[in-house]
């Protein structure tokens, strides 16, 4: 089955960077587009950054210029740079696919800004 699982977060200082991860599993990565989200304290789930079967990318405009997403087809990878973090960027990081209508997620890795 589809499996998707994150590491990488943690607590950072503003201004710092982190670079999450996910890794797929049940699936043939390359035919699929990726996906970021986040989820803050009492908020809903939010689009970060999209990358599609050939690298094209698109992102939420509270992160264009700070975070970059990326992927290896070969190690089924996909990953979200994140530079000049702020503590608006706090939240649980989710990463997401749809295979055949279904969209399945992480389990999310905790993203926290704060000094």
């Known amino acids: 089955q589809v499996q998707l699982v994150e590491s990488g977060g943690g607590l950072v200082q503003p201004g710092g960077s982190l670079r999450l991860s996910c890794a797929a599993s049940?699936?043939?990565?390359?035919?699929?587009?990726m996906g970021w989200y986040r989820q803050a304290p009492g908020k809903q789930r939010d689009l970060v950054a999209l990358?599609?079967?050939?690298?094209?990318?698109n992102y939420a405009d509270s992160v264009k210029g700070r975070f970059t997403i990326s992927r290896d087809n070969a190690k089924k990878e996909v990953y979200l740079q994140m530079n000049s973090l702020k503590p608006e960027d706090t939240a649980v990081y989710y990463c997401?696919?749809?295979?055949?209508?279904?969209?399945?997620w992480g389990q999310g890795t905790q993203v926290t800004v704060s000094s």
């Open positions: 049940g699936i043939i990565f390359s035919n699929y587009v």
């Open positions: 997401y696919v749809i295979v055949a209508g279904s969209g399945y």
């Open positions: 990358i599609t079967h050939g690298g094209g990318s």
